[in-house]
């Protein structure tokens, strides 16, 4: 899409105006046909040309309905969707205007249906608000472009992402982890998320942008990494981000998750302080093999019962642990699904990168949180997709 001063059009999205303008042209086509014949009776039966009208108006209505219904996502990058605020702020004093005045502000010659589908992109941002015709600031746009502290910007940009339709979605569902490669991350988009497969590039591209534009990137490691800013959705009424309360998986009483990781140091204590909790909040029982499974009898036999009887895993990958590698062969053997852990890219093994890996920030002082939170996420996901946390051979042949 370019930034241009006319905004460019979007397909499948404002048919009303689309459906408008054909009518329009289609009710003066059959207007100047009329006044050509002109016949002084009409004879019943006889065609004439409103049937001829009606036909091309019908079987223009049947081409916008084969596109499929319109995007829920904004149509526009973070960015640019905050250009009509903007010449709001800096050419109306940031008080509401019509919105062809809005238009006219932002360098528009009036409002047409691109321009509509722009406004569009900014509420569903939530940078503006309309009613009876007229747009109003929100206090988010107004941070966003005249922020009056150094994090008042990125929080009102963030929020922006976590308000759009979609964006939300699939930020919340990778946030922490690095976006997959392709076909992987296209596949996602089209099957868990819905978005029609003509319009996934399009939503590729605008939603890195914005995630960029809202320093949600990390791009020095290998992969591209999704920042974790907290389990977080927009609040209804496009007020400011708040917490997203979680659900149980759907499983049965009783069933289990079980965790593999060091025992000893840092890495030992997370099991009380980070898996635990985490594995208890989406509904599950946590077991570990030296705290919960070792008795009488042979170790690898009790770690092969308790992998094989477990819902879901958790490996924690930091520091290449031989006995967690051994146990995690054991589990993709048995085709688990398992929730992957690491502190650092480079613990996670070239050949298991095309699997959902957390990736954590021991720098952020509120990572622990962050971390107990997603892997909770995590393990509803792999009991309600478990396809997608299974070890499959063939995709690294």
């Known amino acids: 899409m370019t930034d241009t001063n006319e905004a460019t059009a979007e397909p499948g999205e404002d048919k009303i105006a689309i459906l408008a303008t054909t009518a329009d042209t289609d009710t003066k086509a059959a207007a100047q046909s009329s006044s050509k014949k002109a016949p002084a009776r009409k004879t019943p039966g006889r065609k004439g040309p409103t049937r001829k009208a009606a036909k091309k108006t019908s079987g223009t209505a049947k081409s916008v309905a084969a596109r499929g219904p319109a995007p829920k996502y904004p149509r526009h990058s973070l960015e640019k969707a905050l250009r009509i605020p903007r010449a709001l702020i800096e050419q109306n004093a940031g008080k509401p205007a019509t919105r062809d005045e809005a238009v006219r502000f932002a360098g528009g010659t009036g409002l047409n249906g691109p321009w509509s589908v722009e406004i569009s992109s900014g509420q569903k941002y939530g940078f503006l608000t309309s009613e009876n015709g007229t747009i109003t600031l929100t206090d988010r746009a107004r941070r966003a472009i005249s922020p009056q502290s150094e994090t008042d910007r990125q929080a009102a940009l963030r929020e922006g992402i976590l308000e759009a339709p979609d964006f939300s979605s699939v ?10 490669d392709e076909p992987y991350y296209a596949n ?28 949600l990137l990390d791009r020095s490691g290998p992969q591209t990494r999704v920042l974790d800013v907290g389990r977080t959705d927009a609040q209804s009424g496009g007020g400011r981000a708040g917490p997203l309360v979680a659900s149980k998986a759907n499983v049965a009483p009783g069933a289990s998750c079980f965790v593999m990781q060091p025992f000893s140091g840092a890495l030992g204590s997370y099991y009380e302080s980070i898996f635990k909790p ?21 170790i690898v036999d009790q770690i092969w019962r308790g992998i094989n009887e477990s819902a879901v895993l ?46 954590y920030d021991q720098t952020d002082p509120f990572w622990g949180q962050k971390l107990i939170d997603k892997v909770a ?21």
């Open 377 to 397: 996420d995590n393990i509803r996901s792999a009991v309600e997709n478990p396809e997608d946390a299974i070890f499959h051979i063939d995709e690294v042949r």
């Open 188 to 215: 996602a988009l089209r099957d868990r998320f819905k978005i029609p497969a003509d319009k996934v590039p399009e939503f590729q591209q605008l939603f890195q942008e914005s995630l960029d534009y809202a320093d």
């Open 314 to 359: 958790v490996a924690e990958l930091t520091s290449k642990n031989p006995n967690v590698f051994y146990e995690l062969g054991l589990a993709h053997a048995l085709h688990k699904p398992v929730v992957l852990v690491s502190s650092n890219e480079e613990d996670v093994p070239f050949d298991l990168r095309h699997i959902r890996v957390i990736v």
């Open 171 to 180: 930020y919340n569902y990778f946030r922490g982890e690095a976006l997959p």
């Open 278 to 298: 985490a594995i208890a909040q989406a509904g599950l029982a946590p077991i570990r093999a030296d705290a919960d499974i070792f008795a009488t009898g042979k």
